[in-house]
C-alpha cells in the first residue's frame, strides 16, 4: 500500500515557476514507477511525466517537454515535478501517482497502470 500527498501547487504568472513536490508512505517505494498527470477544468487528466523506480527512465508529455523535469529521492521517499517557464495552459490540477511495480518502464505513459494516487494539488498560470 502507498499513500502519496502532493504539495506545492499555486497561482503564478506565466514564465514563473513552481515546484511540485511528492511524499510517499510506504517502505517500498522505491519498487514504484512514478508519474504526474494533470486534469484541466472540462478535460481529461492527461499524462504529464514518469520516472522508473531507479530513475533510469524518464518520460514527458510533448507539451512540457523542456520546461519541466520530474526527478525523485529514494531516500525520501518522494518524486518532484519542476515546472519552468509556466503557461496558461498548463493550469489543472496535478496528481502524483505510482505504478503498479509490474510496470515496465516503456509503460508508465499508460494512466491505467497506475494503482496509487494522490488527492491532487491545484496549479494556476496568469496570462
Known amino acids: 500500500q502507498v499513500q502519496l500527498v502532493e504539495s506545492g501547487g499555486g497561482l503564478v504568472q506565466a514564465g514563473g515557476s513552481l515546484r511540485l513536490s511528492c511524499a510517499a508512505s510506504?517502505?517500498?517505494?522505491?519498487?514504484?514507477?512514478m508519474g504526474w498527470f494533470r486534469q484541466a477544468p472540462g478535460k481529461e487528466r492527461e499524462f504529464v511525466a514518469a520516472?522508473?523506480?531507479?530513475?533510469?527512465?524518464?518520460y514527458y508529455t510533448d507539451s512540457v517537454l523542456g520546461r519541466f523535469t520530474i526527478s525523485r529521492d529514494n531516500a525520501k521517499n518522494a518524486v518532484y515535478l519542476q515546472m519552468n517557464s509556466l503557461k496558461p495552459e498548463d493550469t489543472a490540477v496535478y496528481y502524483c501517482?505510482?505504478?503498479?511495480?509490474?510496470?515496465?518502464?516503456?509503460?508508465?505513459?499508460?494512466?491505467?497502470?497506475?494503482?496509487?494516487w494522490g488527492q491532487g494539488t491545484q496549479v494556476t498560470v496568469s496570462s
Open positions: 501517482a505510482a505504478a503498479n511495480p509490474a510496470t515496465t518502464a516503456q509503460a508508465l505513459r499508460v494512466m491505467t497502470l497506475y494503482d496509487y
Open positions: 510506504g517502505r517500498t517505494f522505491s519498487r514504484y514507477g
Open positions: 520516472i522508473s523506480w531507479s530513475g533510469s527512465s524518464i
